[in-house]
Every structure is written in C-alpha cells, then in structure tokens.
C-alpha cells in the first residue's frame, strides 16, 4: 500500500510549514485509491482526489468533514451518525462499524472509538494484499483494542498531545478528547504493532521545535520497541 498525507495538522488554528492543512490521508493499493477525512482546510480543493474511488470520514467534526460540499465528485462512506450531521451529503455510503467491506481491491473496517458524545467516531482498519494498518486520527480509547491491533503492519494516531493525557470531560463514565502519544504506543506494543505514525498535530507538535519533537517521538517508541515517526504535510510511504 501506499501511502500519503495531505495534510497533518489537527483541530486548532496555528499552522506551521510541516503542518499546515487539516488531516488528510490518501492510500493506493493496485488500482484503488481512497481518502480519509476532508476537513475545512480543503473546502474548494476537490480536484486533488476527484479520481479516487471514495472518501472515509472518521466523524463529523469540521477538521475532518467541513471542507465537503453538496457536489462533492467522490462516492462518501461514513457511519449513520456522521451522515445525519451532514445532511447535504450526496453519493453517501452508510457503513456499520465492525461489519468489513470492499473498495476496490482495499477491505475496510470501521471500529468504534471514545473520543466526542457529539460527533461519534470511528477507525479504520484497512486491509491491501497481505499489509494492514490502523488509522485513527482522533481518540481517547479503541473499543475493540485488540480486534482492530492485533496483526497490523501500521498504526496510524492521534497526535494531539505526547504525554499529557487531554480529556474534556467525562459523562456516563465515557471518556471524551484525546489520548496521548505515549499511550498509545503502549497499546502498540501489547498488540506487537512493529511501527507507527502520528497525524493530526496538536498545538504542543506544531508549535515545536520539529527536530527535538521528532527526537522526543522516536525515543517514546525505541523504549516500547515500536518505530515511530510524526507525519508531515507530503509525506508518502510505502508498507
């Protein structure tokens, strides 16, 4: 599979050069191709993916949903609470999480996680040949941690903040917000995943000093026996 991502920066309004757009990730396997999330950021820039073969969304925040309008040109796949948000969607697929589906040559299951009451969300396990790899670029906890770990090649996170624990609120015993880098690399190394990648920065990454935050990052991961990398706007990668 290969992999590149559009834009790496989360839901704040401070950009720097290596982060400057909202989270977007493309993934090509064979001749499928397929983007995850289209935030506000790209409002009026559908040309990039208008040959791609469908648009994820992991939920209906505007970072990850704001940039789609009514004629958007890709077929959209998103869960039923993503889609009642978003009642202009047209070409919309409804997907139900933990049920796998097919685009193309990619098999694709959406696994439930905390992160917002308001805006449910969903990752997404993505499978191309014998490569698999988990994507979720916001979260505090996956449901099904070891359904959706167990086996990737690649784990693809949250970067909102790297040791800090940034939660919101908590109601009904439901965490909301963001897990840190660190603990996430923790749930990496009980499922032997062997690499991951952090997307959709947060304001303590993108307002850093890139080459002592890329040190800091690779250091958390050598301790866990995880490689580990922070992604930037224009990366592309093969697994």
Known sequence: MKLFFLGTRGGITTRSKAHYRHSTL???????AI???????????????KDLSGLLLTHAHDDHTGGITATFPLP??????TIDRHKHLQNAHTIIPRTPFQIGSLTIEAFPVHHSLNAPAIGYRITGGKRSLFYVPDLVSIIDTKEALSGIDLYIGDGAIITRTLLKRIKDGIPTGHSPIIEQLTWCANY???????????????????????????????QLGVKTTLAYDGLKLVI
């Open 76 to 81: 959209i796949y998103a869960t039923e609470d």
């Open 192 to 222: 032997n995943v062997p690499r991951a990648i952090f997307t959709h920065c947060g304001t303590e990454i993108v307002t850093g000093d890139r080459t002592n935050i890329d040190a800091q990052i690779k250091a958390l991961g050598t």
């Open 26 to 32: 493309c993934i090509s396997f064979r001749s499928t």
């Open 35 to 49: 983007a995850l999330d289209w935030g506000s950021d790209w409002l009026y820039k559908k040309a990039l993916i």
